[in-house]
């Protein structure tokens, strides 16, 4: 059976006793010429799923997140540069497309080891290079260890200690993963043996590996991993600036709102797991307000991928739809998928006195570029070699300086079948092949040439492919000399 935990963990075993030398000041951090920075990744939350991209309110309310829209800018076209988890957050914390890593398809199992090189920089590294507290709170996904098999009953090293965070509190790869655990800083948060323990199937299927520690408890989880984030930042104090990236586990399958939320949408299970995801932001924003380091900081929302779109059957997802829920508005495809229903994401930035309140742009950009940008948000060079090979500072959209020349010739996207497409002004070339070694292919339907004007037709129904065949042969070779290069920049 299931513990409830959330007593256990916030008490038993100190939720956050050591997270910094000195207490909480409220003295604001203004006195630092860089501003404290949060960055927040929602999982699997698409581009049609908040009200300011146009949800209905007779469907869901987000007006928390909103609340960026208002007090910030919001971009149209910001994608991720994977269709799904782990692929974009490597690319994130990098700057580094994670098709150049080993993982040219598919998305990291729980068991993996720590996928980026602890000796790579990564957007933590440079934060504390300029002086920052770091730390990476919800979500993981990218792994522990070095070894073949990870062993959750040992000290879990290499991890994001070792990437430039000084504090960890997560869940080790998705929500409802079979680890069943949370992990803090290098070990299984209250480890107790060894020795496997019985402990019964989850109602969705899913085999937990057993470990000797009190489990999660799926309802609670957005609940513990904010609580966590509130009491770190609350831990901060005015001599340093803080960079805080938090990764809810919301809107990830499984639905699992919690006595707040349940039945507030009409738009069933999925909707209000919605609500759950708005409720962690305001707690954010409450917390840097009632800090009173609101006006010095940088607050960045987006997601990971686009929305699992289904729209038969009985899951929540299919209800939600059916409600009349668009997850991903009107971009076709999804999560997994190649076009842009799979990448195209809500992204919004606030930064008082810096960026436009209320403000909205079309300006074209990938998460990738997050590395490049923050470096230079922080005054940070980017380290000389190959570090950050396709990030590009994307600064100039968000603070109203763009210019008639855009900032990428050309973007990638690449689905976890292997399929590679690209993003050249209008144009989007879908190459149409699957990686060879990929262990399981799906959406085979999509896996054919294509080339969209989504200018003209941004729902991707027209292929183009054969009535410009100069322009899909242009952007082809576009496409092989930006894997052949190994960098974006």
């Known amino acids: 059976m299931k513990i409830k935990q959330l007593g256990i963990l916030l008490g038993m075993f100190g939720c956050v006793a050591a997270f910094a030398a000195e207490p909480f000041s409220l003295e604001s951090s203004a006195e630092t010429s860089r501003p404290n920075i949060i960055f927040i990744l929602a999982d699997d939350l698409g581009y049609g799923c908040l009200n300011s991209y146009g949800a209905d309110e007779k469907h869901v309310r987000t007006p928390n997140i909103d609340r960026l829209a208002a007090e910030g800018k919001r971009f149209t ?9 782990s692929p974009t957050r490597y690319a994130l914390l990098t700057g580094r497309y994670d098709w150049r890593t080993d993982l040219k398809s598919g998305v990291l199992n729980t068991l993996d080891p720590l996928h980026i090189d602890p000796s790579r920089p990564t957007i933590a590294s440079i ?31 290499p991890g994001p200690l070792d990437l430039g965070f000084d504090y960890h509190f997560a869940v080790p790869q998705n929500h409802g993963d079979s680890s069943g655990v949370y992990v803090r800083n290098t070990k299984v948060v209250g480890l107790r043996s060894d020795q496997k323990i019985e402990i019964e199937d989850s109602s ?86 009632r800090m009173g380091v609101a006006e010095d900081t940088l607050v960045v929302f987006t997601s990971d991928n686009g929305g699992v779109l289904m729209t038969e059957g009985d899951r929540p997802e299919a209800q939600a739809y059916q409600a009349g829920l668009l997850c991903n508005g009107d971009w076709r495809g999804r999560k997994h998928s190649i076009y842009e229903g799979g990448f195209r994401v809500p992204f919004m930035v606030r930064w008082p006195g810096r960026v436009d309140a209320g403000a909205a742009s079309d300006a074209t950009f990938s998460l990738v570029d ?45 689905s976890p079948n292997g399929n590679f497409a690209l993003r050249m002004g209008p144009w989007k070339y879908i190459e149409g092949k699957p990686n060879p070694n990929a262990k399981r292919v ?40 930006l894997r052949e290069s190994g960098r974006s920049r």
Not at 131 to 151: C, N, Q
Not at 442 to 468: A, C, M, V, W
Request: hydrophobic residues 35%; proline residues 6%.
């Open 77 to 85: 076209d910001a994608n991720t540069p994977s269709s799904v988890c």
């Open 127 to 157: 934060m504390k290079r300029a002086g920052y507290r770091t730390a990476a709170i919800g979500k993981w996904h990218l792994g522990y260890g070095s070894g073949s098999k990870l062993d959750f009953t040992k000290e879990l090293s």
């Open 204 to 289: 969705y299927g899913r085999k937990y590996y057993g470990i000797d520690a009190p489990q999660r408890v799926d309802e609670e989880v957005m609940d513990v991993l904010t609580d966590d984030a509130v009491t770190w930042l609350e831990e901060q104090d005015s001599k340093s600036p803080f960079f805080l990236y938090f990764a809810p586990v919301a809107v990830h399958f499984p639905f699992t709102p919690s006595d707040k939320t349940k039945g507030s949408s009409s738009a069933g299970y999925y909707g209000d797991w919605i609500h759950e995801l708005d409720l962690s932001v305001g707690r954010i924003l409450d917390t840097i307000d």
């Open 370 to 414: 997050m590395f490049a940008t923050l470096a230079e948000v922080v005054d940070q060079p980017i380290p000389a070699g190959d570090v950050a090979e396709d990030s590009l500072n994307v600064l100039p959209y968000w603070l109203e300086e763009e210019s008639a020349v855009p900032i990428r010739d050309s973007m990638a996207l690449h």
């Open 442 to 481: 799906i959406r085979k339907e999509e896996l054919h040439s294509q080339l969209y004007n989504l200018e003209s037709d941004p729902g991707e129904t027209r292929n183009l492919f054969h009535e410009n065949p100069e322009v899909a042969s242009r952007m082809a070779k576009r496409l092989d000399a």
